[in-house]
């Protein structure tokens, strides 16, 4: 959820019917994202939640009615990892273990600022998303009793 803002080049700047979009293109997933332009030198867009730590090929393109779509510029763009993606990593692998609540002890001990909790679970959920998991993976883990 990061803002991602690109400056144009001189000869980029163009008339206001060009529209501008970004395509990532990674190992094995594509995105493509539109972009707001903020001046006329300047676009921003939100990066795509993505499905591994990669570098990523990022072609900006640009398009106009009636006239072919044109790569403008390319690029390499990093998604790392962050704690947020450790996080997910981890719940996601000890589902249905009970010690894995330890986690929460420490959150406990440690006392953030709620905002900083409620700002971190926003992004666990949304590295959530984005994680590979087995088709028969679930939150309940393998032993789905409720003993």
């Given at each position: 959820?990061?803002?991602?803002?690109?400056?144009?080049?001189?000869?980029?700047?163009?008339?206001?019917?060009?529209?501008?979009?970004?395509?990532?293109?990674?190992?094995?997933?594509?995105?493509?994202?539109?972009?707001?332009?903020?001046?006329?030198?300047?676009?921003?867009?939100?990066?795509?939640?993505?499905?591994?730590?990669?570098?990523?090929?990022?072609?900006?393109?640009?398009?106009?009615?009636?006239?072919?779509?044109?790569?403008?510029?390319?690029?390499?763009?990093?998604?790392?990892?962050?704690?947020?993606?450790?996080?997910?990593?981890?719940?996601?692998?000890?589902?249905?273990?009970?010690?894995?609540?330890?986690?929460?002890?420490?959150?406990?001990?440690?006392?953030?600022?709620?905002?900083?909790?409620?700002?971190?679970?926003?992004?666990?959920?949304?590295?959530?998303?984005?994680?590979k998991l087995p088709a028969e993976w679930n939150v309940l883990g393998a032993d789905?009793?409720?003993?």
């Amino acid at each position: 959820d990061s803002v991602i803002t690109v400056q144009l080049t001189e000869e980029d700047k163009v008339e206001e019917d060009v529209v501008f979009y970004l395509v990532f293109t990674g190992s094995t997933v594509q995105h493509c994202t539109s972009t707001r332009k903020i001046n006329p030198g300047s676009l921003e867009t939100i990066s795509p939640g993505h499905d591994c730590c990669e570098t990523v090929k990022v072609a900006l393109c640009a398009s106009r009615e009636g006239h072919p779509v044109l790569v403008v510029a390319e690029e390499s763009f990093q998604f790392i990892q962050d704690e947020a993606y450790d996080a997910a990593q981890f719940l996601a692998s000890c589902a249905g273990n009970q010690q894995a609540l330890n986690f929460t002890r420490f959150l406990d001990r440690s006392r953030p600022p709620a905002a900083d909790v409620d700002f971190l679970d926003e992004k666990v959920a949304l590295a959530f998303r984005h994680l590979k998991l087995p088709a028969e993976w679930n939150v309940l883990g393998a032993d789905q009793s409720l003993s």
